[in-house]
């Protein structure tokens, strides 16, 4: 079974003329509907993510200031990141989607999980909001995997376009949360080179691919197969999580890295293979970025099909 986590309220988080935009999660919804894959899956009802758990990867004051620019009519957190009146009761309610699948998918009730929301998480860090992320939707939930359900081996798998610089902060540290990311680069943000490894107990639990711009697909696939194998083989996860950004697409008109929709499913079926093995097939996975709305739709679908078969 697949638990399938999306909310009309994603749409309020009113951005503008931007490319995180609600037309986005509106295709995909659409495209899962015509296809008939939605009805497939079984649809939670949640709630939005408590304080308490906001709190274990933000300072209070970055929460603090959402709300007060929410509660203020909006604006913007940087050059690129926008709060809109809606904005922090929607990004509560997108890392308690989050949170919900790792309570359910631990619970043993099912083995997947999608969670299309937006905002999107991965450069959110402890203290500020970045690169359309306000608050980091898989960070959080990691971390109720690692302290409500006390699980000490936990896998984050980041293949957005964009490094995840805010996840990788926040685990940097911390052995119990691997961090595996392929990415552009250079590009932005500017970290997640391959000699950035993790610290203290942490050291070895963070694991960087950086992808130049014009690498072949084929090459792409090879090497976060390989890579991501080796990482798991050292990590052993229990339950493994996807930061899952289509940004890398071909078409999309912020990232590319010249990837086509198969890849995607090619990627996916990679990282159900590694939680098989290790994770009993517990996989939750997150949307992040995507910015070509049909494109995005095509690749969502893809992504969906691989846990669906994996998920029975
Ligand atoms: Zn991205």
Redesign the pocket.
Known sequence: MTLLYYDPRFLEHDTGQHPEQAERLRQVVRHLENTGLLTECERPTWQPASRERLERVHEAGHIDRVAAVATQGGGRLDADTVVSPASFDVARLAAGAACDAVDRILAGGAKTALCLVRPPGHHALAERAMGFCLFNNIAVAACVARDEHQLDRILIVDW???HGNGTQDTFYADGRVGFFSIHRWPFYPGTGAADETGVGDGAGATRNLPIAFGTPRQTYREMFRRELEDFAARIRPRLVLISA?F?AHREDPI?SLGLEVEDFAELTKIVLAVAATYADGRVASVL??GYNPPVLAECVQTHLRGLLEAGV
Do not use: A, C, L, N
Request: hydrophobic residues 10%; charged residues 40%.
């Open positions: 957005d376009v964009h950004g940004d990232g992040e970025g």
